[in-house]
């Protein structure tokens, strides 16, 4: 098991920006991939961006692509989600997620969870 730790969220005007981060505990994090999630109210959960356990590889949903970058830092067991040009429906609670082995999409691939990150951009 991994532990997770979100933070960095907040409310920005659209056009702005925010960069959240997630700090990993208990495992070696190099041996994880990475991803961001993001859950809007009466919403399911859904993929925002992954990337892979050397950085080698990145994923993002087409709804962020150009806009968001997913990056990490093994060495202080760290992975980031840079957002910039926010709209509004980037409002969310933002999860980091890890998942033992390659890069995947879908949540229910991933079995280590943070407790979230509240993101709110105004119009």
């Known amino acids: 098991q991994v532990q997770l730790t979100e933070s960095g969220g907040g409310l920005v005007q659209a056009g702005g920006s925010l960069r959240l981060s997630c700090v990993a505990s208990?495992?070696?994090?190099?041996?994880?991939?990475m991803g961001w999630f993001r859950q809007a109210p009466g919403k399911e959960r859904e993929f925002v961006s992954a990337?892979?356990?050397?950085?080698?590889?990145?994923s993002y949903a087409n709804s962020v692509k150009g806009r968001f970058t997913i990056s990490r830092d093994n060495a202080k067991n760290t992975v980031y989600l840079q957002m910039n040009s926010l709209k509004p429906e980037d409002t969310a609670v933002y999860y980091c997620?890890?998942?033992?082995?390659?890069?995947?999409?879908?949540?229910?691939?991933?079995?280590?969870w943070g407790q979230g990150t509240q993101v709110t951009v105004s119009s």
């Open positions: 208990g495992r070696t994090f190099s041996n994880y991939a």
């Open positions: 990337i892979s356990r050397s950085s080698g590889t990145t």
């Open positions: 997620a890890a998942r033992w082995g390659v890069v995947l999409t879908p949540p229910r691939e991933y079995d280590n």
